[in-house]
């Protein structure tokens, strides 16, 4: 514990809690009235404008790491660190042009599996759907888990109950409102997030000069200013693969390119990205400036708060607070929206279809809504005991998504891929990468597994080219039983239906 | 060889001056997306 528990005692936490949870389930029933349909609730009607688009690409990418990890990356990566932490945004400018493509080529979409299955077949659906699945899990088990010890951290409240009471708000306003319920609160979260970090930034610096925190690190801790830090260059790519690899493949980020309105995506998400590329940096700052300001640091990970609380006292405490609260909310919600979607629309439904059973669509937004409980319910049960090394486990998912860059990027551009191409790639790249991670270092794993994905892939496309044709993934995707009857001889492993062939030729 | 002190003051100055126009973007989209009844 630290200087929080004196300045946020408990009940200040709990009435804070209750707040902006009524808060956030009332706004979740009250948009929750316009997901009328499955599309509504798990795309949001494919209409989302460009200022709820950006928002909700901002809000998303700020987790509660970002806040919290980025001081401590300042605090023992130096400048570098800070740096390494912004270049997350790398992955939102550069999914900004693919969130076009992806709403031109699958106007009808709904996941990203859903796209791997239909142009890759069951050679890049399955390895992709374990992964995404595996991904989104350990994601939110985290989120769940950090909810729960920073609410103990900030207020002394129990770990049991702030994590519960966390996971539960986000489960029921997504549960009542689907994505339209996200993306509107992820709205207000982006814009409290921001505000919140500008008001503490600006607060250190009327309290100390920029010459005094360089010339503080200068003496105190020279490594943080030096240009040239081995581990901090590597942290650098490794975080940057990583933030390409997570965006690419999690459906968290294809769910919202299908909800915008067609022209609104590519925009959004390079907006998103300028408006989430600072906040890190500001987070990060606080990290550096607790040396000048003489504030003692024996937990790394709480730097932020500490040196908020020690300049804006009580309200600072307070500040943080809600900062962190709505980082959580805003990172839960998106996870239990896309990954229910996984869940409904390419386990469940696929599944209750082979049983013979095709649901009306109040019943596949009930399965979508089921989905969303059993997750939240997964989440709950696996992170109650507070295993701390479970936290890691998403370190893990490094090697694993970044195997999975080169086969989206080159099933989305590119004809010639196929499904070997991709399953090989995404296999052999999260084999190889985890070995790495666990022989060599955390700092290694994202980047082997994309490299070895890379040289697979690149292999096996050039070996074996195939012919892709585009125009498939616009049809409205194939019910069970509508097999392919068809399929190209050249299209190996693409077990999607035999649809017109569009003369128009994309991508090569 | 170190980052020197303008370094620093750019980038935190260039961070604080992003935010401030970001949260201030989104605001004016907001608005003129609700007016144009184009929110979603």
Not at chain 1, 277 to 290: D, E, R, S, T
Not at chain 1, 476 to 482: L, S
């Given at each position: 514990m630290n200087e929080f528990q004196a300045l946020l005692p408990p009940h200040i936490g709990y009435v804070l809690l209750a707040v902006f949870g009524i808060a956030w389930v009332a706004l979740g029933v009250w948009w929750g009235r316009l997901a009328t349909s499955y599309e509504g609730y798990t795309v949001a009607g494919r209409n989302v404008g460009l200022a709820m688009g950006a928002a909700t690409a901002v809000a998303t990418w700020i987790t509660s790491n970002t806040t919290m990890l980025a001081p401590q990356f300042a605090l023992e990566l130096g400048v570098w660190g800070m740096l390494a932490y912004a270049t997350a945004s790398f992955g939102l400018f550069a999914f900004a042009p693919m969130a076009t493509r992806i709403r031109r080529l699958m106007p009808n979409g709904f996941t990203a599996v859903e796209f791997m299955r239909r142009r890759y077949g069951a050679w890049g659906g399955i390895p992709f759907l374990i992964i995404s699945l595996f991904y989104a899990l350990t994601w939110l088990i985290s989120m769940a888990m950090a909810g729960g010890k920073l609410l103990e951290v900030l207020s002394s409240i129990p770990y049991e109950q702030g994590m519960t009471v966390v996971l539960t708000v986000c489960v029921l306003y997504t549960l009542f409102g689907g994505m339209y319920a996200v993306i509107g609160t992820d709205f207000i979260q982006s814009v409290i997030i921001m505000i919140g970090l500008i008001v503490v930034a600006v607060t250190v610096l009327l309290h100390v000069d920029m010459g005094q925190i360089h010339g503080s690190l200068s003496q105190q801790r020279p490594m943080l200013l030096s240009i040239l830090f081995p581990a901090a260059l590597m942290a650098l790519f490794n975080n940057m693969l990583f933030g390409f690899g997570e965006i690419f493949h999690s459906n968290v980020w294809w769910s919202r390119a299908f909800a915008m309105r067609?022209?609104?995506?590519?925009?959004?998400?390079?907006?998103?990205?300028l408006?989430?590329?600072?906040?890190?940096?500001?987070?990060?700052?606080?990290?550096?400036?607790?040396p000048a300001l003489g504030i003692g640091i024996s937990q790394p990970d709480t730097v932020g708060p500490v040196v908020a609380a020690h300049l804006l006292g009580f309200g600072g405490a307070i500040l943080v607070f809600i900062i962190v609260f709505c980082s959580l909310a805003s990172s839960i919600d998106s996870l239990l929206a896309a990954t229910a979607d996984l869940l409904a629309h390419d386990v469940a439904l696929p599944t209750v279809r082979r049983l013979g059973w095709e649901p009306s669509d109040m019943g596949k937004r009930w399965l979508a809504g089921g989905a969303v409980v059993l997750l939240g319910l997964v989440a709950w049960i696996v992170a109650l005991p507070n295993i701390s090394d479970l936290a890691t486990v998403l370190f893990f998912a490094g090697p694993l998504v970044g195997s999975c860059i080169w086969p989206i990027l080159g099933g989305l551009y590119f004809r010639r891929p196929g499904g070997l191409a991709a399953g090989l790639a995404m296999l052999l790249g999260s084999g190889l990468g985890l070995l790495a991670y666990f022989q060599i270092g955390w700092y290694v794993g994202s980047l082997v597994g994309a490299a070895v994905s890379g040289l697979v892939f690149g292999s096996i496309v050039w070996l074996f080219p195939q012919r892709y044709d585009f125009a498939r993934l616009r049809q409205?995707?194939?019910?069970?039983?509508?097999r392919a009857t068809q399929a190209p001889a050249a299209d190996v492993g693409t077990g999607a239906g035999q649809l017109p062939v569009n003369p128009r030729q994309e991508g090569e | 060889m170190e980052f020197p002190e303008w370094f620093l003051r750019w980038l935190v100055f260039g961070a604080l001056g992003l935010s401030s126009c970001g949260a201030i973007t989104l605001l004016?989209?907001?608005?003129?997306?609700?007016?144009?009844k184009k929110l979603w």
């Open positions: 067609e022209n609104v995506g590519g925009k959004a998400y390079l907006l998103g990205g408006l989430w590329l600072p906040i890190p940096i500001l987070a990060g700052f606080l990290g550096l400036a607790a409205p995707p194939p019910r069970a039983g509508q | 004016w989209l907001l608005l003129r997306d609700s007016k144009a």
